[in-house]
């Protein structure tokens, strides 16, 4: 299975902020990483696909880049609905794997 | 827009079957794969398995021999099959579309989730 780890493993913030979150993988995805955004007692949301592709609907602020085996996730200007939990996920090769998962909480 | 909702008994016996009915609405099942996953409370994503309308069905190793997955298009539903559950089965099972084209394999739309709680 391809192992994904993220890191850090929760941020504290403040709205406005820029915050940064990585996931590695254990071997290469050719870029088919997404990102979701899960808040409290709620599903998760596709954020961003293919490492960079914002899925539709999904604000501006949110931007996704990728490296070799280490993808990035941007959220500029951090708003109060994005204090949640972010997950990374990989399609390249079943099965499917999640990161362990990042907690955005308030500063 | 394409909707989902989990249904299910809520609470199962250890060593029992747990069966999990996913209804779509607003889309038809055919022609894409459908997924299962699940969340222990408080804790990550884990992907059960995915069927597709053909038949073809795809499951993670760690549970493969004890899931089965179906589905009936006369009725936009797909369903899950657990067998011999214990308390580590104790969770949130969300189903979710799979939509694997060429250019994207994303997991785009979701069910609420139904927490599933394994106990006697």
């Known amino acids: 299975d391809i192992q994904l780890t993220q890191f850090p493993s929760s941020v504290s913030a403040s709205v406005g902020d820029r915050v940064t979150i990585t996931c590695r993988a254990s071997?290469?995805?050719?870029?088919?990483l997404a990102w979701f955004r899960q808040k409290p007692g709620k599903a998760p949301e596709l954020l961003i696909y293919?490492?960079?592709t914002l899925q539709s609907g999904v604000p501006s602020r949110f931007s996704g880049s990728a490296s070799e085996t280490d993808f990035t996730l941007t959220i500029n200007s951090l708003q109060p609905e994005d204090f949640a939990t972010y997950f990374c996920?990989?399609?390249?090769?079943?099965?499917?794997?999640f990161g362990g998962g990042t907690r955005v909480e308030i500063k | 827009q394409v909707q989902l909702q989990e249904s299910g008994p809520g609470l199962v016996k250890p060593s029992e079957t747990l069966s999990l009915t996913c209804t779509v609405s607003?889309?038809?099942?055919?022609?894409?794969?459908w997924s299962w996953i699940r969340q222990p409370p408080g804790k990550g994503l884990e992907w059960i398995g995915c069927?597709?309308?053909?038949?073809?069905?795809n499951s993670n190793p760690s549970l493969k021999s004890r899931v089965t997955m179906a589905m009936d298009t006369s009725k936009n539903q797909f369903f899950l099959k657990l067998t011999s559950v214990t308390a580590a089965d104790t969770a949130i099972y969300y189903c979710?579309?799979?939509?694997?084209?060429?250019?994207?394999?994303?997991?785009?739309?979701w069910g609420q989730g139904t927490l599933l709680t394994v106990a006697s």
């Open positions: 996920q990989q399609s390249h090769t079943f099965p499917l794997t």
């Open positions: 071997q290469g995805l050719h870029n088919w």
């Open positions: 293919a490492a960079f």
């Open positions: 607003g889309g038809s099942v055919s022609s894409y794969y």
């Open positions: 069927i597709h309308s053909s038949g073809s069905t």
């Open positions: 979710a579309r799979y939509d694997r084209d060429i250019s994207k394999y994303i997991l785009d739309f």
